[in-house]
């Protein structure tokens, strides 16, 4: 029976050197398993029917939010003195978002048009479209600074014509005309007799050209053929580089189109991806890791050198004519127009610049722009893409209407576009790139220690049966028990002792 025992010992053991090396096995296998799906169920294919809807469809809830620079003394502004403005807002529009005229290419990449509708959401905001504000007409100022260089004469005439037209430096209308268009007999006047100066031919208004709209034809990776290259812009409207900057660099198409990157990603990756509405391309830095319901990201920024002037950071002087730091000139693909992109109420801009208008307070959590990436998967789980519309205004001899303005980069709006996955989606995600994992490291490890806790208590036993079966075969021959044989061989010396003792007697 001890031998049975001992058996058994030694098959416990074996069986925990087995657990060992299977978990040996899973901590190297298991990772590369990992790594292997996600590579087969990130590239763009229908038949990765998740990922695939995720792309095409976006069916996270995206919105804009709008905030507006109410001018409060637009009459003092003309004589010179500071911008006085207050923040309304935020106005909130859910961003619908498909892809459509999707068209697969053999050399492993897809082209398509992304459409996009907003509605306004009244629950959200603060405040109704028909809201009145008052900001700087561009049509004016902004035409003001285009026909600077121009004969006084045509000053003079392009004067008369705004004041033909009714058409004064400052707009106070409700935020859905601002928004979306109004009508303007001079917008009519410059189409019919300046065809494409103004960007719209329809309504005029800042957002006229966004609602149902495309952002142009975009051919990317598709990751069959290289999973690094996923996402990766091939080319845009046909084009593998921009014309509207003064430098290759700065004319480059980088990146993603801005919604999915690459998966593996690292400390050290940047989030390139090209923006159509900042006619550039735009990179993002790692700032810190963090956690979002369970599941790990990395949180990328917007550097200081995003929008730095040639003087301050020498790669961005392709995009001057510069003004102060933090602001974008995108006037050469925007018809000239003195129109500058920044960070809202000039966050990471040039402190100067809030001297020169009053009611503007920057901070990071407010005005900072984020993407929250899931570095393994390069899928986005929160996105905050903050920027701020300004227009350049000054005084122009010739047009009256810009009366004394001082030099000004007078901030319009600022708006937030911003989704995050919740629901289902992040139910799945949590379930396959958080607990899965978990237990499969839970596995791997639990084999091992199993393993190791099976080898030492099964040794330990196969050593005691041993000792004891060597005490039964001592037993068997007389021999195993030395404590017996000793008393027997006292007993016999002592009977031999009284024998002698009683034959001496006699």
């Excluded at 899973?26 to 990922?51: A, R, Y």
């Excluded at 976006?58 to 003309?78: A, C, G, H």
């Excluded at 845009?236 to 990157?261: F, R």
Aim: charged share 20%.
């Amino acid at each position: 029976m001890a031998i049975n025992k001992a058996n058994i010992a030694i098959g416990f053991i074996v069986s925990g050197v087995l657990m060992v090396f299977f978990g040996t096995f899973l901590s190297f296998v298991g990772p590369i398993i990992i790594d292997d799906q996600i590579v087969k169920n990130t590239v763009i294919d229908p038949k990765n029917e998740m990922s695939y809807t995720m792309w095409k469809d976006v069916p996270v809830p995206f919105y804009m939010s709008v905030y507006f620079f109410n001018v409060l003394n637009p009459k003092e502004i003309l004589r010179g003195e500071k911008p006085m403005v207050e923040q309304r807002g935020p106005y909130v529009y859910r961003k619908r978002i498909q892809k459509d005229n999707i068209t697969f290419h053999a050399n492993s990449t897809v082209s398509y048009r992304e459409y996009r509708r907003y509605a306004f959401e009244p629950s959200m905001s603060s405040g109704n479209e028909s809201d009145v504000v008052t900001i700087p007409n561009m049509l004016v100022l902004g035409a003001a600074i285009m026909m600077e260089n121009m004969p006084y004469a045509v000053r003079l005439m392009i004067s008369a014509t705004f004041k033909t037209f009714k058409e004064g430096p400052f707009l106070t209308k409700p935020v859905g005309e601002l928004m979306w268009g109004y009508d303007s007999g001079l917008v009519e006047f410059l189409n019919k007799y300046m065809p494409g100066m103004l960007p719209s031919s329809g309504k005029f208004g800042l957002f006229a050209d966004f609602n149902n709209s495309d952002t142009g034809l975009f051919t990317i990776n598709t990751g069959s053929d290289d999973i690094r290259k996923i996402h990766k812009v091939d080319s845009w409207n046909g084009l593998t580089e921009l014309s509207n900057w003064k430098t290759p660099q700065c004319n480059m198409i980088n990146g993603t189109a801005g919604q999915m990157w690459p998966p593996f990603m690292t400390r050290e990756s940047t989030l390139e991806f090209y923006s159509p509405d900042a006619c550039r391309s735009m990179e993002l830095v790692y700032q810190r890791d963090g956690v979002m319901k369970g599941i790990p990201l990395y949180r990328y920024v917007a550097p200081k050198t995003l929008f730095a002037n040639g003087t301050d950071y020498a790669p961005n002087e392709g995009f001057c004519p510069c003004r102060q730091s933090g602001l974008l000139n995108v006037s050469s693909c925007r018809h000239n127009s003195p129109v500058f992109i920044s960070h809202p109420h000039f966050f990471n801009a040039d402190p100067v610049l809030l001297d020169y208008v009053q009611g503007l307070n920057p901070t990071e959590e407010e005005h900072g722009l984020f993407i929250d990436i899931h570095p393994l998967t390069g899928v986005p789980l929160n996105v905050s893409i903050r920027l701020q519309l300004n227009l350049f205004m000054k005084k122009v001899s010739g047009i009256t209407e810009t009366g004394k303005i001082s030099d000004v980069v007078m901030p319009m709006i600022w708006f937030e576009e911003s989704g995050y996955i919740d629901g289902p989606i992040l139910n799945s995600f949590h379930t396959n790139l958080v607990v899965l994992p978990a237990v499969m490291d839970f596995m791997q490890y639990g084999f091992i220690a199993l393993g190791l806790a099976t080898i030492i208590v099964a040794s330990l036993l196969y050593r005691k049966f041993k000792r004891s079966n060597t005490n039964v075969k001592m037993s068997s021959t007389g021999v195993d028990n030395p404590g017996a044989s000793y008393k027997e061989w006292v007993k016999d010396a002592h009977d031999h002792e009284k024998k002698e003792m009683s034959n001496s007697e006699k």
